[in-house]
T-cell receptor, first 113, second 113 residues
Framework: NAGVTQTPKFQVLKTGQSMTLQCAQDMNHNSMYWYRQDPGMGLRLIYY???????DKGEVPNGYNVSRLNKREFSLRLESAAPSQTSVYFC????????????FGSGTRLTVV | GENVEQHPSTLSVQEGDSAVIKCTYSDSASNYFPWYKQELGKRPQLIID???NVGEKKDQRIAVTLNKTAKHFSLHITETQPEDSAVYFC????????????WGAGTKLIIKP
């Protein structure tokens, strides 16, 4: 049972490049989330998907897009990367019945130069 | 907007002593309050959570207390051990949302041998 799997683990992009972060969970969770974590600022929600077929903006959605491909997979896309998007990105999932108690993926460390 | 304040930002305690981390939230409709532990370079992991209809919850050496009137909740760790060294994050649900949390900035707990 892998839990929440994120790829890649590390990535360096040049300003203006695009990329997609992949996330998959095998726990049959309904809800999935993308967070970014910057030093001293805790975790900030980028987008979430309450259930398959729905996505909603979180606290910091600008510069990102998401796709809930199916119940297992939730991807995050940076269309034109900027240095301000340098961060650690975490995907998470949760079961609605238990409230928003998350299981996190291992994270993607993204550097935009 | 809604926010969660977490104090202290760094806490250093002697091994075997107790540690207390406090959080204050602003949304009176919040009803779910989890605590996460994040070891260096690792993902955040849920260690304990509490709902608004409960004042205290314990799990072995950790406990969480909630004062809804004052809108604050605290994490208590007794008989601290070296493996307790980590960053601890509190969070509060945005209203009664099953999906969204707002996070504190984190407390770095250092256990001195």
């Amino acid at each position: 049972n892998a839990g929440v799997t994120q790829t890649p683990k590390f990535q360096v992009l040049k300003t203006g490049q695009s990329m997609t972060l992949q996330c998959a969970q095998d726990m049959n969770h309904n809800s999935m989330y993308w967070y970014r974590q910057d030093p001293g600022m805790g975790l900030r929600l980028i987008y979430y998907s309450a259930s398959e077929g729905t996505t909603d903006k979180g606290e910091v959605p600008n510069g990102y897009n998401v796709s809930r491909l199916n119940k297992r997979e939730f991807s995050l896309r940076l269309e034109s990367a900027a240095p301000s998007q340098t961060s650690v990105y975490f995907c998470a999932s949760s079961t609605r019945d238990r409230g928003p108690g998350y299981t996190f993926g291992s994270g993607t460390r993204l550097t935009v130069v | 907007g809604e926010n969660v304040e977490q104090h202290p930002s760094t806490l250093s305690v002697q091994e075997g002593d107790s540690a207390v981390i406090k959080c204050t939230y602003s949304d009176s409709a919040s009803n779910y309050f989890p605590w996460y532990k994040q070891e260096l370079g690792k993902r955040p992991q849920l260690i304990i959570d509490i709902r608004s209809n409960v004042g205290e919850k314990k799990d072995q050496r950790i406990a969480v207390t909630l004062n809804k009137t004052a809108k604050h909740f605290s994490l208590h760790i007794t008989e601290t051990q070296p493996e307790d060294s980590a960053v601890y994050f509190c969070a509060a649900s945005i209203g009664d949302s099953n999906y969204q949390l707002i996070w504190g900035a984190g407390t770095k707990l250092i256990i001195k041998p």
